[in-house]
């Protein structure tokens, strides 16, 4: 059975690349390439690029910046000691950032709910809860308390 899930997933993966060129604009080529439109100016195909000669261009560049757009090394080491313990602002950052994109991509890709007997679907059953919070348990729990993890390789680190 693997066998013949494994060539259909090949099958179907090769021929829609296959087929996807049918759908493609008219400066891609089915080779991977592309090609100008019409009127475009032509590439000079002796045109060599060198980083070099790209800095050295850049350094001719008068580039001034602001005194104020940039903050002092020493301001923003001081910030970070006297904030050190303050991280936890940054975690609830993390935390509503994650969870908007979730409610946000659940909104985009699924939308609203028309059906009504999609509602009464679970979302998982009993085995992919039991996997899930095997999975899900440690990693929270080794989030808040990673010691025995920073344990195990700590002898490797200090060697």
């Known amino acids: 059975m693997p066998k ?34 019409e009127g475009s100016p ?12 790209f800095n050295e261009e850049k350094r001719k560049l008068k580039i001034e910046i602001p005194e104020d757009h940039v903050v002092d090394k020493k301001e923003v080491l001081e910030n970070l000691k006297k904030n050190k313990n303050n991280d936890y602002i940054a975690w609830i950052g993390v935390i509503l950032g994650a969870a908007y994109m979730l409610w946000l991509y659940r909104r985009v890709i699924f939308g609203k709910l028309i059906n009504n007997d999609l509602l009464k679907m679970l979302d998982l059953n009993k085995s992919e809860i039991f996997i899930l919070s095997s999975l899900a348990i440690p ?9 025995p993890l920073l344990n195990t390789i700590e002898v490797s680190i200090n060697n």
């Open 139 to 147: 990693t929270l729990f080794f989030g808040f308390y990673p010691e």
């Open 42 to 53: 032509e590439r000079n195909v002796s045109f060599n690029w060198s980083f070099k000669v």
């Open 4 to 37: 013949i899930l494994s060539f259909i997933l090949v099958f179907f993966v090769y021929n829609s690349s296959l087929l996807a060129m049918d759908n493609k604009p008219y400066h891609h080529l089915s080779n991977g390439t592309f090609r100008n439109p």
